[in-house]
Nanobody, 124 residues
């Protein structure tokens, strides 16, 4: 079973940038599709982005296209989310997730492994 730990969250002003990291242990990182999701109080966990095992495919929800970039370093067992031009509506707890063969990488219910989450707060 893979263990995931996020880091890099914090408070930033609108228009600023943050880079989230997700470090994996306990299993072979390269065999997993990886995803980023986010959640605000009282709402469902929403998909943000996902990346294929070798990093050749990356997908984004429309609201972050052109602002966020997902990447991975399989040698370091680490997933990243570079977030630029942040907006107050990006404020959420961000989670990374791993799945070996998800039928759809935009569905939270197909990811069996999750990190504990990291808070991102964007002030206006």
């Amino acid at each position: 079973q893979v263990q995931l730990v996020e880091s890099g969250g914090g408070l930033v002003q609108a228009g600023g940038s943050l880079r989230l990291s997700c470090t994996a242990s306990g299993s072979t990182f390269q065999k997993f599709w990886m995803g980023w999701f986010r959640q605000t109080p009282g709402k469902e966990r929403d998909w943000v982005s996902c990346i294929s095992r070798a990093g050749r495919e990356a997908y984004y929800t429309d609201s972050v296209k052109g602002r966020f970039t997902i990447s991975r370093d399989n040698a370091k067992n680490t997933l990243y989310l570079q977030m630029n031009r942040l907006k107050p509506e990006d404020t959420a707890i961000y989670y990374c997730a791993a799945a070996v063969s998800p039928p759809s990488c935009s569905r939270a219910d197909v990811f069996p492994a999750w990190g504990q989450g990291v808070q991102v707060t964007v002030s206006s």
